[in-house]
């Protein structure tokens, strides 16, 4: 029998994975907490129906998404941009709000997800690959790698900064869904 998760147990698992999403849209933390605080007001008063929900996942991610969408249009459409705020900063505003309007919340499953993570991984030289996933998928500490591979701790803290940053880079036109996988391996 397939265990339904009750909202404490949503609540523990998703939010800072819809906080880390809404934050690639909203200027600050604060606001994408309240986002997402929003989110999980709605799915409160739904309570008694979370049985009903087949994919939570996509539910929550596609509600965070609304609330970002309805929070960058207020945002523009009542001017509250800062006087400081220069055309390319409000560009960049009407970019995100185009960016998450046109994010499609299940065109890839978190296999297709990993797929990729793994095939931007394969780009990494080999040593900073081989320190990568030690690190981030073996959950070694920097210094078990470095007794392991014989280099200093320093190495390994640079080794994984270059992996992260050439990664990040690899992946920059999939950053919604890497709130679903990539941000455990960077965390």
């Not at 990993?114 to 030690?134: D, G, Y």
Request: with cysteine; glycine share 2%.
């Amino acid at each position: 029998m397939e265990h339904k998760l009750n909202f404490e147990e949503i609540y523990t698992l998703y939010y800072p994975k819809l906080v880390r999403f809404s934050r690639e849209y909203v200027s600050s933390r604060d606001d994408a907490e309240n986002i997402v605080q929003d989110v999980f007001f709605i799915l409160w008063q739904q309570r008694e129906h979370l049985d009903q929900l087949r994919n939570v996942n996509a539910y929550l991610f596609k509600l965070t998404k609304n609330k970002c969408i309805d929070f960058l249009r207020h945002k523009i459409r009542v001017g509250d941009l800062h006087c400081s705020l220069q055309d390319v900063e409000e560009k960049e505003l009407h970019f995100k709000l185009y960016s998450i309007e046109q994010f499609d919340d299940q065109s890839l499953s978190n296999e297709d997800i990993e797929i990729m993570v793994n095939k931007a991984i394969e780009t990494l030289p080999p040593k900073c690959r081989e320190i990568f996933i030690l690190s981030r998928l073996d959950g070694m500490k920097y210094q078990e790698i470095a007794d392991q591979l014989n280099l200093s701790t320093n190495t390994i803290s640079n080794q994984i900064a270059i992996a992260l940053k050439k990664l990040k880079n690899e992946l920059k036109d999939y950053l919604p869904l890497l709130s679903l996988v990539f941000f455990k391996l960077i965390g």
